[in-house]
């Protein structure tokens, strides 16, 4: 399973950095997903990270204040939270990639509807204060 880490209480309009890491196997080959879940919704996809690193997709709700990154030499992927705001409240979860991976986009439609990721851990709370 992947660790998450980096959560906690801030104000709205802070920042966070999360991290996902393993200390089972490496990373570099595996794409991997930024996911959240809010008290009572269902989980929902927030970024997605191709094993490079060159290729990212971010949700509408996070586009412009969330960046993804990765460290393959750190086995780290961050995912950088700026401009937070309350509604970003949620466990968030880093999880792998392990479906096909035909093109970016196709990529993309199976990270939004949270397709073929697993290794899922037990997540990091972000709450976001008013």
């Known amino acids: 399973q992947l660790q998450a880490s980096g959560g906690g209480l801030v104000q709205a309009g802070g920042s966070l950095r999360l991290s996902c890491t393993t200390s089972?196997?490496?990373?570099?080959?595996?794409?991997i997903g930024w996911f959240r879940q809010a008290p009572g919704k269902e989980r929902e996809a927030v970024s997605c990270?191709?094993?490079?690193?060159?290729?990212?997709y971010y949700s509408d709700s996070v586009k412009g204040r969330f960046t993804v990154s990765r460290d393959n030499t750190e086995n780290t992927v961050y995912l950088q939270m700026d401009s937070l705001k309350p509604e970003d409240t949620a466990v968030y979860y880093c999880a792998l990639y392990m479906g096909a991976y035909y093109s970016d986009s196709y990529y993309y439609a199976r990270c939004r509807t949270i397709v073929d990721f697993a290794s899922w851990g037990q997540g990091t709370l972000v709450t976001v204060s008013s």
């Open positions: 089972r196997f490496a990373l570099d080959i595996y794409a």
């Open positions: 990270i191709n094993s490079s690193g060159g290729s990212t």
